[in-house]
């Protein structure tokens, strides 16, 4: 029985590998992709080499805010406004939780009377807000709006896209609220009850539904690479969630490899192509340079559906599972240096050549700063899952170090950028107070800055701690509190920034029409 | 190749093919474990306080799979118990295997922590108990009465812990919760067929056979 399992383990190695391959062979064979000129599609005549940020005092082009897109743009207008509107609204709340759990991890008396802000509640509703209030929503919307360019045809179907996002909406609403009175499946990552959850699958099928309408109409030759990954997201995302929450389907140690499997597809396969992609369209757009090289892209795109696909076991290394399945997991974690380094080499080598843009741009530096965090975290994870390495990270905070690495700095900065540079075009205006985009910038950064550091720090001490004998548990518990504290600065001064930024996006909203610049 | 539906394709079958190999195969290598004949399914009162366990959310701060004594000796010195096996679980639904540490592994907490009136105490207040704890009160699995009736528990408690002119009493969820806790014991032997179905990339040869031995010691414990 053990070899047929190492040959298991064996069989899914070749395979990706022999996928692999295969990609190689078919990207050198020429133009099977598109090659440059797929890359070059998204831009329109004259676009390209000006830097394009409505925000920056820098650009030049006598900003008509995209008049050759404003009728492709026009038909999704309300709904991607409505769909940015709820994820901001998630990530004030969601940080705000964030933070209350972040102060009761070394404040254990405060509040402690109030059963449905404790802890464990708290720390729950947290991740669940950010995760699929303001990541995911903040996603659908770059989507819908992105989508549409990229096809150069109009959204299909915004009421249904918009009916979907108020499903969603309202059954994260009832979720978080059922976690909060106590009514959880009591899986990670997978606690809101199932009877809400179909809200949510049915609310993101509504959505994935005019986007691929709207694929199929397209004007367009060449599918630009950030939709590869979209359309790939809004499918995988829909069949994880509903498979993971079929009640009754597992139990025990089985239950634990699905619920990794779900955990880890719902960062690889849904959040992380939604914010490559954006990465895609956006670090170009504005630089007005095509990638370096589209044809890598591509290989980046499918490696990373192969490979991270079959990461989900690393969360358990050392625990109750058959060792074939954590190495199976580990050696994927590996191999996630391919697509990262495809990813790495297109948005950065971009970059590197184009400096000046990066100076004269916030919303750039935050997507770019995205970019760049999306390389280290994933370079981190990958070593996260080597057995020595994992046995100090695995059970402290350092996981939670990465976790924030990757979900922060990564996904977390490319999407506000991406607000930045969507709203000025929805609106046909520029960003009224320049002033508060450096604000939200720095404060987040110094903030995730010392998030990320000290909760490294701290979990890595508690780590080697945890490993050795001799250490008392009290000994570790004193350790660890002052880097928990530290956290909790990190944590104010982001929370402080998604103020500003919340702030600003509010009188973005409201400014009065006479102050337009450009036309619509 | 260049449509969407065909990428579309692609990504499905990527994701049914990773399906097969981290959710069904192992599935199928796990299911149907026999119990280890020592295991006893959870009592009513049990599972009760396990959905407590689960809708406080103590698995965000404790795991429940204590470590091999190849990867560490620390989780057998610390009284955490020996490694756990997939038999181990089988009537957890839904499984609580957890993923931090901030406090220590509960697997066998109730043959490590036998006391009710340790637990309840701890519960109420966890600093009345270790001073530099950071874990979370529960006051609200408690209420405070004048008189307690003659079945109530009332909780222990050091002075400056007690609340003035009141006692505290245990509320049926911290009974039940505390009753899941007392549940908690893998303490028993487990043959190396089980051990085989859990990770074992940190057990060299040699340190299989020390652990062997220590849990046939604990076993007998
Ligand atoms: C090559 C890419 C990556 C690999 C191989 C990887 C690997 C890992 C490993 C080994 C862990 C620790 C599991 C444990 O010890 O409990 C982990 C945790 C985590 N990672 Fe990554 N990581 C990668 C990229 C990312 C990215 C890009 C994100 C963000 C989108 C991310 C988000 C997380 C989160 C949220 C956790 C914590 C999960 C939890 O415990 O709830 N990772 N990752
Ligand atoms: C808005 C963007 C944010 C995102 C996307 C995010 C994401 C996450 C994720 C994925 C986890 C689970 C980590 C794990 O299981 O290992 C988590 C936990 C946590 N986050 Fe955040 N977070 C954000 C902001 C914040 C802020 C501003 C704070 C404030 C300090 C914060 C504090 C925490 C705390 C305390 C935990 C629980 C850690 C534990 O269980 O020990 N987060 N967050």
């Given at each position: ?282 670090i170009p757009k504005i630089i007005g340079k ?134 000025p075009h929805l609106f046909g205006r520029a ?90 | ?221």
């Amino acid at each position: 029985m053990h070899t047929s399992f190492s040959l298991l383990l064996i069989l899914s190695f070749v395979v990706s590998l022999v996928a692999l391959a295969a990609m190689v062979w078919a990207i050198t064979r020429g133009h099977f992709f598109g090659g440059k000129k797929a890359a070059l599609s998204i831009f329109e005549e004259g676009e390209t080499d000006v830097l394009d940020d409505p925000a920056s005092v820098y650009s030049t082009r006598t900003h008509q805010f995209d008049a050759v897109r404003a009728g492709i743009d026009k038909s999704g207008r309300s709904v991607v406004l409505v769909f940015l509107s709820v994820a901001m609204f998630f990530l004030l709340v969601g940080s705000l939780y964030g933070l209350l759990s972040s102060f009761k991890l070394h404040l254990p008396d405060w509040l402690s009377q109030y059963e449905f802000l404790t802890f464990g509640r708290a720390r729950t509703v947290h991740l669940n807000l950010v995760n699929y209030g303001w990541l995911s929503v903040a996603s659908l919307a770059v989507v819908l709006w992105v989508i549409p360019r990229v096809f150069r045809t109009p959204l299909r179907r915004p009421r249904m896209a918009l009916w979907g996002g108020l499903i969603w909406t309202l059954g994260l609403i009832a979720g978080a609220l059922a976690i909060s009175l106590g009514w959880s499946d009591g899986v990670e990552w997978l606690e809101i009850p199932w009877q809400i959850s179909v809200f949510l699958v049915v609310g993101v099928l509504f959505v994935a539904w005019p986007v691929i309408e709207t694929a199929t109409h397209r004007e367009v030759e060449h599918v630009y690479v950030s939709a590869w990954y979209f359309l790939a997201a809004l499918l995988w995302f829909p069949l994880l969630y509903f498979i993971a929450k079929i009640p009754g389907l597992h139990f025990g140690v089985e239950q634990a490899t699905l619920n990794w499997w779900f955990a880890h597809n719902v960062l690889g396969l849904w959040v992380t192509p939604m914010g490559i992609a954006t990465a895609y369209y956006l670090i170009p757009k504005i630089i007005g340079k095509p990638i370096f090289s589209y044809n890598l892209s591509v290989l980046g795109f499918w490696s990373l559906a192969l490979f991270y696909s079959q990461v989900g076991i690393h969360h358990l290394v050392g625990g109750p599972i058959p060792t074939w399945l954590v190495t199976l997991s580990i050696v994927h974690s590996i191999m996630m240096f391919v697509p990262v380094i495809a990813v790495a080499i297109n948005q950065h080598g971009l970059m590197l050549k184009n400096m000046w843009a990066f100076k004269q741009s916030y919303t750039l530096r935050f997507i770019w700063l995205g970019a760049l965090m999306y390389t280290l975290s994933s370079f981190q994870g990958s070593l996260e899952a080597l057995r020595s390495i994992n046995t100090i990270t695995h059970f402290t905070h350092f996981t939670v170090a990465h976790a924030h690495l990757g979900a922060y700095g990564f996904i977390s900065l490319i999407m506000m950028g991406a607000f930045y540079y969507i709203l000025p075009h929805l609106f046909g205006r520029a960003w009224p107070k320049p002033g508060l985009i450096k604000l939200h910038f720095w404060l987040v950064v110094v903030g995730i800055t010392i998030y990320v550091v000290f909760l490294s720090v701290g979990g890595w001490l508690q780590g080697v701690e945890l490993l050795n004998p001799a250490t008392s548990f009290e000994t570790i518990t004193r350790n660890i509190k002052p880097y928990l504290e530290w956290r909790s600065l990190g944590g104010s001064l982001m929370t402080l920034g998604h103020f500003v930024f919340a702030y600003h996006f509010l009188i973005m909203l409201k400014q009065p029409k006479a102050h337009t610049r450009g036309g619509e | 190749m260049n449509r969407p539906v065909a990428i579309l394709i692609g990504a499905a079958l990527i994701l049914a093919f990773a399906t097969m190999a981290l959710v069904v195969i192992p599935g199928f290598q796990v299911h149907n474990l026999e119990t280890t004949g020592y295991l006893e399914d959870y009592t009513q009162q049990e599972l009760r306080g396990r959905q407590v366990y689960i809708n406080q959310g103590c698995i965000y701060c404790h795991s429940q799979q204590p470590r091999s004594f190849g990867q560490t000796p620390a989780d057998m010195t610390k009284g955490w118990g020996r490694a756990s096996t997939p038999a181990d679980y089988v009537y957890d639904k839904p499984h609580l295997l957890g993923t931090m540490r901030t406090g220590p592994d509960l697997l066998n907490v109730g043959a490590r922590l036998p006391s009710q009136a340790w637990h309840l105490t701890h519960l109420f207040q966890p600093r009345a108990i270790f001073e530099w704890s950071l874990m979370p009160a529960y006051p609200f699995l408690f209420e405070l009465k004048q008189q307690p009736a003659a079945d109530d528990l009332v909780v222990k408690l050091p002075s400056q812990f007690k609340p003035a002119g009141h006692q505290v009493v245990a509320k049926q969820s911290a009974l039940d919760l505390v009753a899941y806790l007392q549940s908690l014991d893998r303490t028993y032997p487990v043959a190396d067929k089980e051990h085989y179905l859990r990770d074992q990339g940190f057990d060299g040869q040699l340190e299989t056979e020390q652990s062997q031995e220590v849990k046939n010691e604990s076993g007998e414990g």
